[in-house]
């Protein structure tokens, strides 16, 4: 059954071979997912040796671990793992017919990635990207071919998580749409069309619940108690572990686009801010960098 609101599958482009602008971590968690699913070659793009290694040694890992789970045996993890290059050259993506950008979440850099990748693909190629809060419409403006780009944001780990938002921005094409929808198909993935608003559906809701909870934190509720708190909520995964996997840049990242397009709505959050300042993981961090709780008999048991 199509989406709502979705494309026919059938303008759907033809994807033989991708191409990931970035190698971190969601770059290489999704040159995985499409060498596996879609059984094209891959090629991962970043700016120098050492962050290209990191994302290979990234996508070893996760194929090891895919070996490891008895999803994929071990002749086919080889077939996937050679089918995964990394280069730090850009021209090595232009015969690829899907581009999807990871790069970090800044509007410029972003910007200046497509437009050096419009430089060498066919004007066919579509070009995707993984924000996970900018507008996508702004990404695409001063392309010749706008109508190229769609949105396809994934969710970390993207070879667990079953979500991937495709987001239509103002000048999306209907093959564009279409592509991304087909892809995220194949990737086995469920594919909801959303609008081209700040943080799409889902971040707009993990960063207002995850402020909510660090604020609460930071006025002296203890991490343990607020994740037990939040237990009967059926959440996968206790809320501070979750930052620890999304990362607290991320997510200040996410809360300020928030804040700049839709204002109070989205408060700022000193805690976020204090976490990001520290620059350690979440759960460690939490007690040390953030006030002790008021009452010293609320413990968690
Ligand atoms: N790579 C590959 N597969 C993984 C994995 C990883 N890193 N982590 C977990 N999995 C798979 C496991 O193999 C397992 O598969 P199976 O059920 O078929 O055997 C399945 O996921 C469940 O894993 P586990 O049994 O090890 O552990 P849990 O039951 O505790 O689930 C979890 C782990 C799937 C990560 C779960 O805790 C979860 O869903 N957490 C929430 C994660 C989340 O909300 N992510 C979204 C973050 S927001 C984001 O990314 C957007 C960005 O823009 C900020």
Do not use: W, Y
Request: charged residues 20%; glycine residues 8%; contains cysteine.
């Amino acid at each position: 059954k199509r989406p709502v609101g979705a494309p026919d599958k059938a303008l759907a482009r033809k994807v033989t071979r991708v191409g990931i602008v970035g190698a971190g971590l969601m770059a290489a968690q999704i040159a995985v997912l499409f060498a596996q699913r879609l059984g094209v070659p891959v090629v991962m793009r970043d700016l120098d040796d050492e962050r290209v290694g990191h994302g290979l040694g990234a996508v070893r890992q996760s194929v090891e671990r895919l070996v490891a789970s008895g999803r994929v045996s071990e002749p086919a993890a080889a077939r996937l793992l050679g089918s995964i290059t990394g280069t730090t050259e850009l021209a090595d993506l232009a015969s690829c017919d899907f581009v999807i950008e990871a790069v970090t979440e800044v509007l410029a850099l972003k910007k200046r990635v497509f437009a050096e990748v419009e430089q060498i693909v066919s004007p066919e190629t579509i070009l995707a990207t993984n924000t996970s809060a900018l507008s996508i419409t702004q990404m695409a403006a001063d392309l010749a071919h706008p109508e190229r780009v769609v949105g396809l944001h994934f969710f970390n780990p993207v070879a667990a998580m079953p979500l991937v938002e495709v987001i239509h921005a103002e000048h999306t094409s209907p093959e564009a749409l279409a592509t991304g929808f087909a892809v995220a198909d194949k990737l086995r993935k469920t594919a909801v069309l959303v609008a081209d608003r700040p943080g799409f559906v889902v971040n707009r809701l993990l960063v207002l619940l995850l402020g909510v909870i660090v604020d609460a934190v930071e006025h002296g509720t203890p991490v343990e108690v607020a994740d037990r708190a939040l237990r009967p909520l059926g959440l996968p995964m206790p809320p501070f572990e979750l930052f620890d996997l999304v990362g607290p840049a991320v997510g200040l990242h996410v809360l300020t686009s928030l804040r700049a397009d839709l204002g109070e709505r989205f408060p700022r959050s000193p805690g976020l801010e204090k976490l990001v300042a520290d620059g350690t993981k979440v759960v460690q961090s939490a007690p040390k960098g953030l006030p002790k709780p008021v009452d010293p008999a609320i413990q968690a048991t």
